[in-house]
C-alpha cells in the first residue's frame, strides 16, 4: 500500500541551527500539509501546499518555516534558525487533490522526531 | 479559529467493553476524519465521513457524522488490547479551506 515517508526519524540539533526534514507523499497525490505536535499534545496545522505554492498556513508558520517542492517527488519543511520550542514530532500528510471529497483524504507519514538543545 | 472539543480526555476500560467517544465543535465542518496513534508514530486514519447523518463502520469501529456538522462520534465494539492509543477526530471546515483541525485526542487503555 503507498505511503507517505519522512527523513529523518529522529534529529537532534543545537539551537539556531537550521534543519531540513524531508517527505516524499504519496505518488498520485498533489496536496500536501505538514502538521506538528509537540509530546503529550494534539496534533496542529502548519502549512498546505498545491501547485507549488503554499496554500494555507497558520499563525505557529512564521518567517523561520518554508516548504519546498524541489523535484517530483520530495517536499520539504525547512527550519531556518531553530528554538528550544521548535521540539516537536512534525508529520508530513498528503492527499491525491483538493477536489472532490469521497475517498479525498489525507494520509499521515510516520513523522520526523526534532529535538532542539 | 476553530476547535474540536474531544471527550473523554482519557478512560481505562475492561477488555470486551465498548467504547464510546465524541468530538464537538461551535462550528460547521464538510469532513470528519478519526484516527489512531500509537507512542511514536503517525496518525493512522481510521474513518472518513463526508456527509451529515453519515454513518460509517469499519470492522468493530463505527462513526457517525452528527446532522448539525458540528460534531461526531467513533464507538469501538468488544475493545481488545491492541485498541490502546490515542484517538483523534479532524475536521475540515467550511469556506473552501483543505486544512484539517485536530481534537484534543482520547487516551484510550484497555485493561485484559
Known amino acids: 500500500e503507498p505511503e507517505v515517508t519522512q527523513t529523518p526519524s529522529h534529529q537532534v540539533t543545537q539551537m539556531g541551527q537550521e534543519v531540513i526534514l524531508r517527505c516524499v507523499p504519496i505518488?498520485?497525490?498533489?496536496?500536501f500539509y505538514w502538521y506538528r505536535q509537540i509530546l503529550g499534545q494534539k496534533v496542529e496545522f502548519l502549512v498546505s501546499?498545491?501547485?507549488?505554492?503554499?496554500?494555507?498556513k497558520s499563525e505557529i508558520f512564521d518567517d523561520q518555516f518554508s516548504v519546498e517542492r524541489p523535484d517530483g517527488s520530495n517536499f520539504t519543511l525547512k527550519i531556518r534558525s531553530t528554538k528550544l520550542e521548535d521540539s516537536a514530532m512534525y508529520f508530513c500528510a498528503s492527499r491525491v487533490s483538493p477536489m472532490g471529497e469521497v475517498g479525498n483524504t489525507i494520509y499521515f507519514g510516520e513523522g520526523s522526531w526534532l529535538t532542539v538543545v | 479559529g476553530q476547535q474540536l472539543n474531544q471527550s473523554p480526555q482519557s478512560m481505562f476500560i475492561q477488555e470486551g467493553e465498548d467504547v464510546s467517544m465524541n468530538c464537538t465543535s461551535s462550528?460547521?465542518?464538510?469532513?470528519w476524519l478519526w484516527y489512531k496513534q500509537d507512542p511514536g508514530e503517525g496518525p493512522v486514519l481510521l474513518i472518513a465521513l463526508y456527509k451529515a447523518g453519515e454513518l460509517t463502520s469499519n470492522g468493530r469501529l463505527t462513526a457517525q457524522f452528527g446532522i448539525t456538522r458540528k460534531d461526531s462520534f467513533l464507538n469501538i465494539s468488544a475493545s481488545i488490547p491492541s485498541d490502546v492509543g490515542i484517538y483523534f477526530c479532524?475536521?475540515?471546515?467550511?469556506?473552501?479551506?483543505?486544512?484539517?483541525?485536530f481534537g484534543t485526542g482520547t487516551r484510550l487503555k484497555v485493561l485484559a
Open positions: 462550528s460547521i465542518f464538510n469532513t
Open positions: 501546499f498545491y501547485n507549488n505554492e503554499i496554500s494555507e
Open positions: 505518488s498520485n497525490h498533489l496536496y
Open positions: 479532524a475536521g475540515r471546515g467550511t469556506s473552501g479551506t483543505y486544512k484539517y483541525i
